[in-house]
């Protein structure tokens, strides 16, 4: 993966009360994946049994621009008369990147629908999780028991794999109180 992207894995489980022209609809859906640049995106197959309510709980594996601030959800019918969009959901990058869970967390999330006229229109269920990215691993039986990960030190390192690693601490905890 390049250094300027993140790579999402963002399973599509399902959606709930989708209409067609105030109708629910009958069959045929699928949802397709975009990064906000449009650059690219990922389909997923076609719910072809669910109607107003399919079930699709399938992977897709997007790179998200590191500038990105969202990616673009788009529910979509196949109809005698060509495919249209059910309804729109923008996710920001925001809901799943950054704050106090640990990178690689599984983030469950439910978004609203909305049609071309910005109305509701049903709701999607997705889970996405950034894939961790390794900075620098090490692992040796002979010089070091554990596997370490971290930067790489400058020099040598008695431990043999030459890692820096670091542990947050609050600085409070160690001010005298007077």
């Known amino acids: 993966m390049a250094a300027n992207s993140r790579t ?7 959606a709930e009360n989708l209409q067609l022209d105030r109708k629910p609809i009958k069959k045929n859906s699928f949802v397709t994946v975009r990064t906000d640049t449009n650059s690219q995106f ?24 590191t500038h990105s601030m969202s990616f673009m959800m788009e529910v979509q019918c196949k109809t005698s ?12 990058a925001s809901d799943f ?3 106090y ?10 978004y609203r629908l909305r049609n071309h006229k910005g109305e509701r229109n049903g709701i999607i269920n997705i889970s996405v999780r950034m894939k961790v990215q390794e900075m620098y691993a090490c692992a040796s039986s002979t010089t070091w028991p554990h596997s370490a990960m971290g930067f790489p030190a400058a020099g040598n390192s008695s431990f043999g ?5 670091g542990v947050p601490v609050w600085y409070g ?6």
Not at 8 to 14: G, H, M, N, R
Not at 81 to 92: K, L, N
Not at 101 to 110: A, I, K, N, R, T
Not at 161 to 165: D, E, L
């Open 8 to 14: 999402l894995e963002i399973k599509v489980i399902s």
């Open 42 to 65: 990922r389909t997923t197959e076609m719910d072809t049994e669910g109607g107003a309510y399919p079930r699709w709980n399938e992977k897709l594996v997007l790179d998200l621009p």
């Open 81 to 92: 008369s060509g495919v249209r969009t059910i309804g729109t959901a923008t996710i920001p």
């Open 97 to 99: 990147v950054g704050g």
């Open 101 to 110: 869970v640990p990178e690689g967390y599984l983030h469950f999330l439910s």
């Open 161 to 165: 794999g030459g890692v820096v690693t």
């Open 173 to 178: 905890a160690y001010q005298k109180n007077s």
